[in-house]
């Protein structure tokens, strides 16, 4: 232990803490900004600077070690003066239409700005002028930004991905990937987790809000949502409720209240997953045990950011991954074409909003092979912040809302599709139909052990014995099933690190692209809650264990879909609808042309090779919308407005220009 | 990724031995933690600049994001992204040359090479940088070409200074 005195306070903390822990846990709070418990320790803002008594200079607390009698200051006139400057540099090259931006009262740069009690602005200098990079999933404000890095230790740390790095110097840094191209022109796996670190709103989703407004207005259009499973344990907390809190009913409640046509559960589709994606497992698996040829492991393909993520790192193992589109594809195609017939609507007029936690769910529906008879099969997918936004802003109170139910027949789902929203949790899902369809019993669940294994990090692995099989699967007799589950694309790196070298033990492989599973993507509410994971983790798992149907071969919608639609799992109708092939891409896109900057769809590559990045100004002719064209109508009377200054500056100029010759002129002239 | 894939046709044979040069730097220092640096100043050596495809070659071979690769380039004003031109002009922009019309040379400059600062003409003949105080305050304006100093330069020397070359 090492003692200390915080602002006179003696008090007494272990080794190897920093200031600003140590006061925190003595209830003193220091103003910090970038500091990130646990995630990010880097000292960029200096907000948290103090005063430690024989040191030159400030100490920025979050950086400092404690050491045996060290005297510090947390609140001294100095202290305070020296935040608020640093405060007011910061937003001296920050865009401050606070009003009007996405982060209004959920900034933490605002919400700091009132805590240091800064009323004045004194710094106007020169601003950073950059354009907005508007990928498909993601945008970035760059005029915002404000360079604390969190998202680069969320990139490059956590996920292990690498996009955004600190880019140029001095006043010129800006933080993005490489030479400053656009984020849907590199290997950015669009999971979003550096839009919930970002404390303002430099980093966001790309919005589809208005284009779901609009949709909903538009009386042609038959407007049917589907909901994710981790989002009905996040939502509630947009609305001041505790994270994990069940908001299954207020949701599908809030939704019809918004207008849409139907409600429908992306967990129903989560449960034929299971069927497909068995089914599937079931065919590789008997393939191996009679000694054919089979791709094993097999690996989910829920995820689109860590579908991303292998096409760029692993493009010769894409085989490895299962055919099955996610969950919301599966059900966007069987709305457009399933439940067009039964309630007599054309698909063109049908348009299905996806809401889900994650942000790499936007780029997933903008894929060509996520369309069928030349219709995408979801036409927009709101992140669980989008929606909550939406609520806000048609005034409904949520907390008050009456619970409803999903519509049927696609918003049945049993636990097992619950659990699809944690890591883990579509594998044990999945396990509880295979074992139950090869054995005839339940899966012991008491005996599943999932225990991490020793030198990889992230990772947790199973073994399930298969004895006496049903006739059907009689060569499984004996069979031992391997299983990995990971999340996290630095997680799923090191199983595919095996795949690739020939030495993966596993035949079934489980990856989640977000640290945590679904429950912690990219398009979650942002939380300061240290418990939030585990919360929104026990919440999924209580509805889980709350439904009487827990295995998805149960579910009798599922059943009903098959006798009277899909015939069987694999069948060639369901191959056409719920299953996909992948692109091979490339770590620098160098085997495809796709990319995912925003034109109401993809670009081609257009990447000009030696360009440094002072020339490089990446267009984006994003969509607009009406508030947008008239921003853009506004902003071209300004140019217009300064072409005319330049020119009549020009002209005086010029002038001055012969009066100066001519003055010379003359002088000489008189010498 | 394949050196092939950064050949062009015109001088094949040179861009090939100029890439096999900087595969045997980077097999040198791959094992080292901290080389990067080290790696670029070789490679710009070799190569004259560190065009995109030449730092998603050395991102490649070292295991590292481009990201951060590029982060180091463009963070150090040696490293370059576009090719050099044979001679570099250096216009100073010290105190002393910035008060004495070092801003009337960049601009005179700029028309007569039809560049802007840090760029490269398009014959390849000069790239032009500024400089921030070469030592030269006595002689103020100065501009440097190469390693020569030129003093007291005005906008009607350039010209002829720049015909030299």
């Known amino acids: 232990m090492v003692n200390l005195k915080i602002n006179g306070k003696q008090i007494s903390v272990a080794q190897g803490t920093t200031i600003l822990e140590a006061a925190k846990s003595n209830n003193i709070s220091i103003p910090?900004?970038?500091?990130?418990?646990?995630?990010?320790?880097?000292?960029?803002?200096?907000?948290?600077?103090?005063?430690?008594?024989g040191a030159k200079t400030l100490q920025a607390s979050c950086m400092t070690n404690v050491a045996e009698g060290m005297e510090v200051f947390t609140n001294t006139e100095k202290v305070r003066k020296a935040r608020k400057v640093l405060y007011e540099l910061i937003i001296s090259d920050h865009s401050k239409d606070c009003l009007s931006c996405k982060r209004n009262q959920s900034c933490e740069l605002q919400q700091l700005g009132k805590t240091l009690g800064v009323e004045h602005t004194r710094f106007e200098g020169a601003r950073s002028e950059r354009e907005n990079d508007i990928s498909v999933s993601i945008?970035?404000?760059?005029?915002?930004?404000?360079?604390?890095?969190?998202?680069?230790?969320?990139?490059?740390?956590?996920?292990?991905?690498?996009?955004?790095?600190?880019?140029?110097?001095?006043?010129?840094?800006?933080?993005?990937?490489?030479?400053?191209?656009?984020?849907?022109?590199?290997?950015?796996?669009?999971?979003?987790?550096?839009?919930?670190?970002?404390?303002?709103?430099?980093?966001?989703?790309?919005?589809?809000?208005?284009?779901v407004w609009t949709a909903i207005n538009n009386k042609d259009k038959y407007v049917v949502a589907q909901t994710a499973p981790a989002v009905r344990v996040a939502l509630g907390e947009e609305?001041?409720?505790?994270?994990?809190?069940?908001?299954?009913g207020k949701m599908a409640a809030a939704l019809r209240t918004l207008g849409f046509d139907n409600i429908f559960d992306t967990n129903f589709a989560a449960d034929l997953t299971i069927m497909e994606e068995g089914t599937e497992l079931l065919h590789r698996l008997q393939n191996a045990v009679a000694g054919r040829p089979a791709t094993l492991p097999m690996i989910t393909s829920c995820s689109p950011g860590w579908i991303k993520y292998i096409e760029h790192a692993y493009p010769d193992n894409l085989a490895h991954l299962s055919t099955c589109k996610s969950p919301h594809m599966m059900l966007g195609a069987l709305i457009k074409s399933y439940y067009s017939k039964i309630i007599n609507v054309d698909a063109e007029k049908i348009f299905v909003v996806s809401i889900m936690p994650c942000t790499a769910k936007k780029f997933e529906i903008s894929r060509n092979e996520m369309k069928n008879n030349g219709l995408p099969n979801v036409d927009a997918v709101l992140t669980t912040r989008e929606l909550a936004a939406m609520i806000r802003e048609a005034g409904i109170d949520f907390t008050k809302l009456?619970?409803?139910?999903?519509?049927?027949?696609?918003?049945?789902?049993?636990?097992?599709?619950?659990?699809?929203?944690?890591t883990g949790g579509v594998m044990e899902a999945a396990l509880r139909t295979v074992y139950e369809l090869v054995t005839g019993r339940e899966l012991p669940?008491?005996?599943?052990?999932?225990?991490?294994?020793?030198?990889?990090?992230?990772?947790?692995?199973?073994?399930?014995?298969?004895?006496?099989?049903?006739?059907?699967?009689?060569?499984?007799?004996?069979?031992?099933?391997?299983?990995?589950v990971t999340s996290g694309i630095k997680g799923a790196n090191q199983l595919m690190e095996q795949i690739k070298n020939g030495s993966s033990p596993y035949h079934f492989i489980e990856v989640m692209g977000c640290p945590g599973g679904c429950i912690t993507g990219g398009g979650q509410p942002r939380s300061n809650d240290p418990d939030v994971r585990q919360k929104r983790l026990e919440g999924l798992y209580k509805e889980d264990e709350d439904k009487d149907l827990r295995k998805s071969h149960e579910n009798p919608y599922i059943n009903s879909i098959y006798k009277e639609f899909l015939k069987y799992p694999g069948s060639h109708i369901s191959h056409e609808l719920l299953h996909t092939h992948y692109v091979k891409r490339?770590?620098?896109?160098?085997?495809?042309?796709?990319?995912f900057s925003e034109d109401?769809?993809?670009?081609?590559?257009?990447?000009?090779?030696?360009?440094?990045?002072?020339?490089k100004q990446p267009a984006h002719p994003a969509k607009k919308t009406i508030r947008e064209e008239q921003q853009s109508e506004d902003i071209l009377v300004l140019k217009a407005e300064i072409e005319k200054l330049k020119n009549e500056l020009a002209d005086t100029l010029e002038t001055v220009d012969i009066y100066k010759q001519v003055i010379a002129d003359l002088s000489r002239r008189q010498k | 990724m394949n050196t092939e894939a950064l050949k062009c046709d015109c001088c094949a044979s040179d861009e090939t031995q100029k890439l096999e040069q900087i595969a045997n730097v980077i097999d040198l220092y791959k094992n080292k933690n901290g080389s990067l640096i080290q790696i670029l100043h070789l490679a710009q050596q070799i190569y004259g600049h560190l065009p995109l495809k030449l730092q998603e070659y050395i991102a490649n071979s070292l295991g590292i994001p481009l990201s951060e690769v590029s982060g180091v380039v463009t963070f150090y004003s040696f490293f370059t992204t576009k090719p050099r031109g044979k001679h570099t002009i250096r216009v100073c922009l010290g105190t002393a040359c910035y008060v004495r019309g070092g801003k009337k040379l960049v601009e005179r400059l700029e028309e007569l090479l039809n560049i802007q600062i840090g760029d490269t003409t398009e014959d390849g003949r000069f790239t032009f940088e500024i400089a921030r105080c070469i030592g030269a305050c006595g002689l103020a304006p100065?501009?440097?070409?190469?390693?020569?100093?030129?003093?007291?330069?005005n906008v009607n020397k350039l010209e002829s200074i720049l015909s030299k070359y």
């Open chain 1, 445 to 484: 669940f008491k005996n599943l052990h999932v225990t991490p294994i020793v030198g990889l990090d992230n990772v947790k692995t199973a073994e399930i014995l298969i004895n006496d099989p049903v006739n059907a699967y009689k060569e499984f007799d004996g069979v031992k099933i391997k299983v990995a």
């Open chain 1, 239 to 248: 609305f001041g409720l505790e994270p994990g809190t069940r908001v299954t």
């Open chain 1, 586 to 595: 490339g770590v620098f896109n160098q085997l495809t042309d796709e990319r």
């Open chain 1, 139 to 211: 945008t970035r404000d760059l005029t915002k930004c404000i360079a604390c890095r969190r998202c680069i230790t969320v990139c490059n740390q956590i996920q292990g991905t690498g996009i955004l790095n600190a880019q140029n110097r001095g006043f010129n840094t800006v933080v993005g990937p490489a030479m400053d191209l656009p984020l849907g022109d590199v290997n950015c796996v669009f999971c979003g987790q550096c839009t919930i670190v970002c404390p303002v709103g430099a980093l966001k989703e790309t919005d589809a809000v208005e284009k």
């Open chain 1, 32 to 53: 910090n900004l970038c500091y990130m418990k646990d995630t990010h320790k880097f000292g960029s803002c200096r907000i948290c600077v103090v005063e430690v008594k």
């Open chain 2, 142 to 153: 100065a501009i440097m070409i190469d390693d020569v100093v030129y003093k007291q330069v």
């Open chain 1, 402 to 422: 009456e619970d409803e139910k999903f519509d049927n027949p696609l918003g049945l789902s049993t636990g097992a599709a619950d659990i699809f929203g944690l």
């Open chain 1, 600 to 615: 109401g769809g993809r670009q081609m590559a257009k990447r000009s090779q030696n360009t440094g990045y002072k020339d």
